[in-house]
Structure formats: C-alpha cells, structure tokens
T-cell receptor, first 114, second 112 residues
Framework: AQSVTQLGSHVSVSEGALVLLRCNYS??????LFWYVQYPNQGLQLLLK??????LVKGINGFEAEFKKSETSFHLTKPSAHMSDAAEYFC????????????FGPGTRLSVLP | DTAVSQTPKYLVTQMGNDKSIKCEQN?????MYWYKQDSKKFLKIMFS???????INETVPNRFSPKSPDKAHLNLHINSLELGDSAVYFC???????????FGPGTRLLVL
C-alpha cells in the first residue's frame, strides 16, 4: 500500500529565510506526487506535481520540489519565505494502479515570523 | 466561475439529526471525492465516484451515504449525526483517479 510521511507537523521560518518541507513516500511503482497548500478556512489547491517528466518541478508562488527516487523523497522548497506563505502544506501520492487510493500526508503547518 | 462548489458552507445541528451536503463541479471531470478533515488537519478519504459509480468506500459508518445523480454532482447524506462527525468535509474532483484533484471550499459541520 502507498503511504506518505511528512517530517515535522509544524515548521517556523523567518521572513526571507529558506523554506524546506519534507515529504517521503512509499510506493510499489513509481508514483505521481503532489504538493497542495491550504490557506486558513479554505480548500486545498495544487502547488505543483511530479508525473515522471523532469525531476525538478516548479510550482506556483516560487515553490519547487525535487523528486529523488533513491531517497523516496519529494521535498518542497522556496528560497525566500513570505508572510503570505503561512498555511498548511500537504504532500500526496497518486494511485498508479486501480487497487490503490490517492493518499495525503498528515500535513505540515508553516509559520512565517516577521 | 467556481470550479467545485459545496453547500452549505457552515452547518450547525443537533445530535441525532439527519443532514445533507451538496457538491457540484463544472470542470467536466469523471471522478469525484468526499474527504473528512479533522481538527488536526488530517485529511481522510471517505468515498470516490467515477462516472456516477462508487469506486472507493473507505471504512466509514453506514450512516454516511453518498449519492451521485450525475457525474457533475456528488452529495453526502449523514443520518443520526454524532458529536464525532464534527469536522470539515471537502468535496473534490479530478479528470481521472490519478490526476490532480480540485477541491471545494469545504463544509464546516458542528454537531452539538
């Protein structure tokens, strides 16, 4: 069965600092991977996705993520945090065969300090 | 134009009542989902429909019954509401089961 872990339920960074949110997955076949963001009192929206093309994926709002098969990781980064980045971030893995479900990680809350 | 819409946005009700949440998507997607998000933000899939056919039914109480009248709509009916049902319920849709999911704004259910 597929699973997703996100190290750190809460990450705090200063405005202008590097953002690094960690995601590791387990999957029996090469997965499709996603990062979603949830702003307070809103639904989830897609930040970026990996679908077996380039391993470095660029998303919206200056975020990017790198797929590393050897490490089974898909960490999310942004060079310089902005106050508006404060939100909940979810990593997710897509089913690659009919018997599996889309699985979301537990989420990481990002706080940005002035 | 709202891609995935849910009504109502807020729902406050008493234990034991029956309530419904409606979801509509105008994206032409084949697959729709219901998720439950608890107070710790953990997101759990409840149901998934593909072209009006149920394809995922996770372990949820049978008090929860989804209904899909057509592929653009997936409604959630909940019987005999319990305190533990209090959560945010999200509807989502995707072109296929493997592709990006688009989420509605959520329905905040509070059972008193």
């Amino acid at each position: 069965a597929q699973s997703v872990t996100q190290l750190g339920s809460h990450v705090s960074v200063s405005e202008g600092a590097l953002v690094l949110l960690r995601c590791n997955y387990s999957s029996s076949v090469p997965p499709y991977l996603f990062w979603y963001v949830q702003y307070p009192n809103q639904g989830l929206q897609l930040l970026l996705k990996y679908t077996s093309a380039a391993t470095l994926v660029k998303g919206i709002n200056g975020f990017e993520a790198e797929f590393k098969k050897s490490e089974t990781s898909f960490h999310l980064t942004k060079p310089s945090a902005h106050m508006s980045d404060a939100a909940e971030y979810f990593c997710a893995v897509s089913p690659r065969d009919y018997g599996q479900n889309f699985v979301f990680g537990p989420g990481t809350r990002l706080s940005v300090l002035p | 134009d709202t891609a995935v819409s849910q009504t109502p946005k807020y729902l406050v009700t008493q234990m034991g009542n029956d309530k419904s949440i409606k979801c509509e998507q105008n994206l032409g997607h084949d697959t729709m989902y219901w998720y439950k998000q608890d107070s710790k933000k953990f997101l759990k899939i409840m149901f998934s429909y593909n072209n009006k056919e149920l394809i995922i039914n996770e372990t949820v109480p049978n008090r929860f019954s989804p209904k899909s009248p057509d592929k653009a709509h997936l409604n959630l009916h909940i019987n005999s509401l319990e305190l533990g049902d209090s959560a945010v319920y999200f509807c989502a849709s995707s072109p296929t089961r493997m592709e990006t999911q688009y989420f509605g704004p959520g329905t905040r259910l509070l059972v008193l």
